[in-house]
Structure formats: C-alpha cells, structure tokens
C-alpha cells in the first residue's frame, strides 16, 4: 500500500467529504419527500448564530435557504478531512471505518453540538423512529465518505 502524506490525506478527504455529504443529502430528501415534510434548517440556525454571535454580523432570515446549503456542505465536507488522515493512518476496512466515522460525526453533533447550541434535544428525547432516521443519515453519509475515499486512495 502506498504512503499518502497528510496534505494528501486532508485533499481526499474534503473531496470524499463532499461526496459523502452529498449521498446523506440525496438521502434525506427522499425521506422528507416521502413524509411529506420540509428539509431541516438546523444548519441554517447553526451559521446564524455564530454570524450573529461570533462575527458580529446580521444575516437576513431570507437568507435561511442557502445558508443551510452551505453550512450542511462545508460541514460534511470538513469532516472528510479527519476521516482522510485517520484512513490514512489506520487503513481500516471502509465500510466498516465510514459506518463508525458517520457515527461519530452524528454523536458529535447530537451529543454534543446542537444541544449546546440549543438547537435540538440531546439523542435520548427523540422520539425512536426520529433516532433512527437521524443515524441512519450519518450512516449513509459515513459510508460515501469511506467509498469515496477509497476510490480516490487507488
């Protein structure tokens, strides 16, 4: 197997990332077809506060449509990067490694982020079939990202 240095790792990764990103995407829009309901704009409220908070800047509501494009893609998209130099580093199985990497991407925002925020309850208020759905998310984002990556590792 050949060595792939870290900025390597970092460039396959956000690739992989943006891919990964892009399955959960497709995925849940088909869900929210299915139920009949709208797309989420918790990443919209995310990039909200912290341009309101942070940068000390105002955003417009009407606004909420693309920030929530854009804070769901640089978000998936980054975290290819961590799973780029950890792949890197462990050469896991993909499956298996992007199953326990969409996991711990979708632990990190529900255990930990978004409650934080304010903006959802912690995992063990959700109803079991929202639970569900939300890991199932993150899985299928996981696994494209692990895909991904290993095509672009060849």
Do not use: C
């Amino acid at each position: 197997m050949a060595q792939t240095t870290p900025l390597a790792a970092v460039g396959k990764g956000l690739a992989a990332g943006a891919v990964g990103t892009a399955a959960m995407t497709a995925y849940q829009t088909v869900v929210a077809k299915i139920r009949d309901q709208q797309a989420s704009t918790t990443p919209a409220e995310v990039a909200k506060r912290i341009i309101r908070g942070v940068l000390e800047r105002e955003i417009s509501d009407d606004k909420t449509s693309t920030l929530n494009n854009a804070m769901h893609v640089a978000y998936g998209t980054s975290w290819g990067a961590v799973y780029g130099l950890t792949q890197s580093t462990v050469h896991a199985s993909p499956v298996r490694h992007g199953a326990a990497f969409g996991t711990g991407v979708w632990a990190a925002a529900s255990f930990v982020e978004l409650p934080a925020m304010q903006l959802a309850p912690p995992p063990w208020e959700y109803p079991p079939l929202e639970l569900a759905l939300d890991i199932s998310y993150h899985l299928v984002y996981g696994v494209g990202v692990a895909a991904a990556y290993a095509l672009l590792d060849r």
